[in-house]
């Protein structure tokens, strides 16, 4: 089916005017030119967070294709599905972020974070990842597995079972909270979300606002990135760690060291490297720009390599 673009000029010559012809954007071109605008800026003043998302938008890319090309039994096939609903939303965050849109980001953004906790317990509770499959009514599945902080235990027991420390795995679920608390309101009502749609704080010069532009390079993306990409440093490190176990937990069973593995390696290595090398100089750099507290927790449990 499809509706003829002549009918929306039939439709706008019978709308009311109001002192002149109504005005009209082609939205597909608009955006592209928002995209194209904002992109010299974006690579001036974003360029390092950036690079460590495209990053890890290339690790949940090849670490799909990895899990794909395995044998699928209904462990692994369902902790699959769910590093493609990350997948999907490392592409969308970064689309968002190229076209100026900070509040959708932080959205993405707290989606991405609660969709990783949930990957981390399809992978380390078979039971779970069975009621979540199975589950009919997925609302009454969040309330009594999920939500109200049901699903730390089997982050930390992800944590624990990947080498991570007393001390590195409450530091990373304090994080979690903090941050999921910190984003809440663009997901919920709050004033501060529409704000900044309104009147976005600008990367390039700290004080000033554009107010009413379609898309901005917020003061508030960078460290949105940097989020990103530390969540998938830690999540790809437990991850390669738990694969090359004997024991390795059904989820990750059944690979082989095939050239698709190979591809999943190298991009958590490249990320594990520039953050190691860069990370905290960039938190220190954006910092002065961001009320988001991401900080709490930088250390992957174990080595990506």
Known sequence: MRIPQA??????????RFLRKPRRHNV???????????????????????????ESVQFFIHLERHLLSRKLTRGASIFAQQVSRLRSDVIAFRA????????PAAVLAR??????????????DPDFSDRYFDSSDHSIFWKTS????????????????????DEMIAERIAHHKATKDALS???????????????????SHPGAFHIGELGTASAHLP????????????????????????????????????????????SAHVLQTLLTE????????YATFLDYDTSAADAAPTSAT
């Open 278 to 285: 860069y990370g905290d100089q960039l938190e220190a750099h």
């Open 96 to 103: 968002v972020v190229a076209l100026g849109q900070e509040a």
């Open 111 to 124: 989606a991405f974070i609660e969709g990783v906790e949930l990957a981390m317990s399809l992978v380390v």
């Open 223 to 266: 460290r949105l990135c940097l989020l990103i990409a530390d969540e998938t440093q830690v999540f790809s490190a437990c991850c390669l760690s738990l694969l090359i176990r004997p024991d390795a937990p059904e989820a990750l069973k059944h690979h082989k060291p095939k050239a698709e593995l190979g591809d999943v390696v190298a």
């Open 7 to 16: 009918r929306s000029r039939e439709a706008l010559a019978t709308a009311p």
């Open 185 to 203: 309101g663009h997901v919920h009502a709050a004033n501060f979300s529409a704000m900044r749609s309104l009147a976005p704080p600008l990367l």
């Open 28 to 54: 597909e071109q608009l955006l592209k030119r928002l995209h194209a605008d904002l992109r010299p800026e974006i690579l001036k003043h974003m360029q390092p967070a950036m690079l460590l998302l495209d």
């Open 146 to 165: 999920i939500g109200y902080g049901k699903i730390y235990p089997r982050v930390e027991a992800f944590l624990r079972l990947a080498g991570g420390t």
